[in-house]
């Protein structure tokens, strides 16, 4: 059973844009047609919440931001394996101290959890844990919370020894502050003259044995980083830069990357599919090769100690020369959504890098959206699904690059130095060639690096 609390005297004030922007996303999912939804249930994208979200606020006259992280929180709940009984929804001006939902509405969900044969009570908030404590001693059932449900995903799809490492280390960090509550009926107690009173006690027994297990896996992880490190440095000895693929959770980040790269990686409709990170090379239109990596989505909320943990993996993104900012352009929260991508990002302090905004999914959009979007100068439309936009992607991305630079250069190369011929024909664009006698004339476009290498042919203006 899933539980949603709305705190209303904590809303945000929206700025005019975000109004008009929710306002609008409203208005266009009243005049959604049947066919549309359809449209957006397509195979291959895991987005057919927008349309049911943006509905389902409009029948209930909720905000559309509570409807679509309702709908998200549904999503997380399904990507864990769980099986929806029942949904509730708590309004109140602040939370209560005790329980967060108050006692009549946990009275009310104890008895739909005893209706529905529900075993798991999932609250989509973080809990405290004297509410947590409190919650359990009064459901016939367990209680988690977001942040809980959360690294319950993440330790089904870790599948990498460093993931598995990252997610236990948040795991313990989120449990240690939740241990309180066995008092002194656990204590152990001491024996001989003047040790009669409480000896250590169950708590503090607890509590040192995660604090060791923490401590043990930060040596494991911090050996995961040396190594990594070092498979670095022998990687930069030749300048590959990376690009590194961030967004939103199920934005369409690991369908965008098999179709630039063909690596064939999972892509799911659930919520978190990928979570160790994958690189592979890639040919840029100039012939350059970068490193694309492909990272963890992110998510609104995301738990702190999450950020915290995954800094081994997110270690690219902080590498990386230039972030990828794929946004689900069907989404009607994707303002909202990049807001969250960019939270992140200042956490991970690199929101100063070179971002190129790639807005996914557009075949789930009319026309007319398609092209407005393509329109934009600061935007590059795409469908990883349908492979539509890849190209222009791939030249912004050259042009975004500033590490090993293109430059161009005329050449006079003799036609018995057939290895450079072949490195320029190779690493380079030739727009122009011509023969002279023995020698070859070449107008080439292509990275610095390559052409420092033959500057002995380059033709002097």
Do not use: W
């Not at 942040?147 to 993931?163: K, S, Y």
């Not at 659930?270 to 012939?287: I, Y």
């Not at 727009?431 to 610095?448: C, D, H, M, Y």
Request: one cysteine or more.
């Amino acid at each position: 059973m899933l539980v949603a609390v709305e705190f209303t005297g904590e809303k945000r004030r929206l700025s005019a844009a975000a109004r008009l922007a929710r306002s609008a996303a409203a208005i266009g999912a009243r005049t959604e047609t049947t066919g549309a939804e359809d449209l957006s249930a397509d195979a291959g994208h895991s987005d057919d919440l927008a349309n049911p979200v943006a509905a389902g606020a409009k029948s209930a006259g909720v905000d559309l931001d509570f409807a679509a992280s309702l709908a998200e929180f549904e999503e997380l709940a399904r990507s864990a394996g769980a099986e929806v009984a029942a949904t509730l929804v708590q309004r109140r001006s602040r939370p209560d101290a005790a329980t967060l939902v108050g006692q009549g509405k946990l009275e009310e969900i104890e008895g739909v959890t005893a209706s529905t044969g529900a075993d798991v009570v999932l609250f989509d908030h973080d809990l405290t844990p004297s509410q947590l404590r409190n919650l359990e001693a009064k459901l016939p059932c367990r209680v988690i919370d977001r942040t809980q449900l959360i690294l319950d995903i993440f330790a089904r799809h870790a599948r990498t020894r460093e993931g598995q490492l990252q997610v236990e280390l948040a795991q313990l960090e989120y449990q240690l502050p939740r241990l309180a509550g066995r008092g002194k009926a656990m204590s152990q107690l001491g024996g001989g003259i003047g040790t009669r009173g409480p000896g250590e006690t169950q708590l503090e027994t607890d509590r040192r044995k995660i604090n060791l297990r923490i401590d043990h896996v930060k040596e494991q992880l911090e050996t995961v980083r040396r190594i990594r490190r070092q498979q670095r440095q022998r990687r930069e000895a030749v300048p590959v830069p990376v690009v590194a693929l961030v967004g939103y959770t199920n934005a369409g980040k690991s369908t965008l990357f098999n179709a630039l790269t063909e690596a064939g990686v999972l892509e799911s409709s659930r919520m978190f599919a990928t979570l160790d990170p994958k690189l592979k090379l890639l040919q840029l239109p100039s012939r350059r090769r970068i490193l694309l990596s492909d990272t963890v989505g992110f998510i609104r909320n995301l738990p702190h100690t999450l950020v915290t943990s995954f800094r081994a993996t997110l270690e690219e993104v902080e590498r990386a020369e230039v972030l990828l900012h794929v946004r689900d352009a069907s989404s009607a929260m994707v303002d909202e959504q990049k807001t969250q991508v960019e939270k992140v990002l200042g956490e991970l302090e690199v929101a100063g890098k070179p971002v190129i905004e790639v807005m996914n999914k557009i075949d789930l959009l009319p026309q007319e959206e398609r092209a407005r979007i393509a329109g934009g100068s600061r935007q590059i439309a795409v469908s990883g699904l349908t492979k539509i936009g890849l190209q222009e992607l791939l030249a912004a991305i050259d042009e975004a690059l500033v590490v090993d630079p293109l430059v161009e250069v005329r050449l006079r190369v003799p036609q018995s130095e057939g290895a450079a011929l072949a490195a320029l024909e190779a690493g380079a664009v030739v727009s122009a060639k011509q023969f002279e006698g023995n020698l070859v004339i070449l107008t080439v476009r292509g990275p610095t690096s390559l052409l420092e290498r033959y500057r002995r042919f380059r033709i002097k203006a």
